[in-house]
C-alpha cells in the first residue's frame, strides 16, 4: 500500500513537472513571438520611414510665382503674385489639394497714370505625373477682384475660373524641386469683358512632390 501511494505521488509530482515545463514554453515562445514581431515593425519603419506618419507621409508642399502680361483696347498689364498649395497624394502620381493666390495688378492705358489692382484666388487643384518632371495640371476656383469701369474707377467682382496646363518638376521624387508651368484660363478666354491674358506662368518652388 505504501508502495502504491509512492508510486501515486510520484506520478503526480512528474505530471505537476510537464504542466509547468508546457506553461513555460507557452511563456517563451509567446515573448519570442513578440519579440519578433517588434523587430519586423522597426524593421518596417527603418525600410520606410513613412510608414508610420500617417496623414503627413502623403503630403507635399509648394510655393508659386506667378507672371502675366496682357493686352487690351490699348492698355496693358502686368501681373505678378504668389500661391501657396498642398497636395495629397491619392494613388500613385495622382494629388490633389487646395492652392490659393494673391496677385497685384499694374494696369496702364496711354494717357492715363497706371493703376494697381489686387486679386485674391481660392479654390483646388488636381495634378498628376505623367513621365518624369512633366505633370498635368486642372484647377477651378473663385477669385475675387479688383477692375476699373468706363470712368476708370476701381470696382470689386468675382468670378469662376477654369485652368487646364501643363509643367516640369526639376527635382527627385519626394524632395525638393522647382517648377515651371503653363495654364489655360478657359473662363477667361470666354469673357469677352476681360481684359487679363487667359495664358499664365507659372514659377515655383516644391517639397516631397
Request: charged fraction near 20%; aromatic fraction near 12%.
Amino acid at each position: 500500500m505504501l508502495l502504491l501511494k509512492n508510486h501515486s505521488l510520484t506520478l503526480l509530482l512528474f505530471a505537476l513537472l510537464i504542466s509547468f515545463g508546457q506553461t513555460a514554453n507557452a511563456q517563451r515562445r509567446d515573448r519570442e513571438l513578440e519579440r519578433d514581431r517588434a523587430r519586423n515593425q522597426e524593421r518596417t519603419r527603418e525600410e520606410d520611414p513613412n510608414e508610420s506618419k500617417g496623414l503627413a507621409s502623403k503630403l507635399w508642399y509648394g510655393g508659386g510665382v506667378n507672371i502675366g502680361f496682357g493686352a487690351f483696347n490699348g492698355a496693358s498689364t502686368f501681373v505678378v503674385g504668389v500661391s501657396p498649395m498642398v497636395g495629397y497624394k491619392i494613388v500613385g502620381p495622382l494629388s490633389a489639394g487646395p492652392r490659393v493666390a494673391v496677385d497685384f495688378t499694374s494696369y496702364k492705358q496711354a494717357g492715363f497714370k497706371s493703376v494697381g489692382l489686387t486679386s485674391v484666388d481660392v479654390g483646388g487643384f488636381v495634378r498628376c505625373r505623367v513621365f518624369r518632371g512633366l505633370f498635368l495640371q486642372g484647377e477651378v476656383s473663385n477669385k475675387w477682384f479688383q477692375d476699373i469701369n468706363i470712368y476708370r474707377e476701381k470696382i470689386s467682382d468675382q468670378r469662376v475660373n477654369q485652368r487646364l496646363g501643363a509643367g516640369w518638376n526639376f527635382g527627385e521624387p519626394g524632395g525638393a524641386g522647382s517648377e515651371i508651368s503653363v495654364l489655360y484660363n478657359f473662363r477667361l478666354a470666354n469673357d469677352i469683358n476681360a481684359w487679363e491674358n487667359p495664358i499664365e506662368y507659372r514659377f515655383g518652388f516644391t517639397w516631397k512632390f
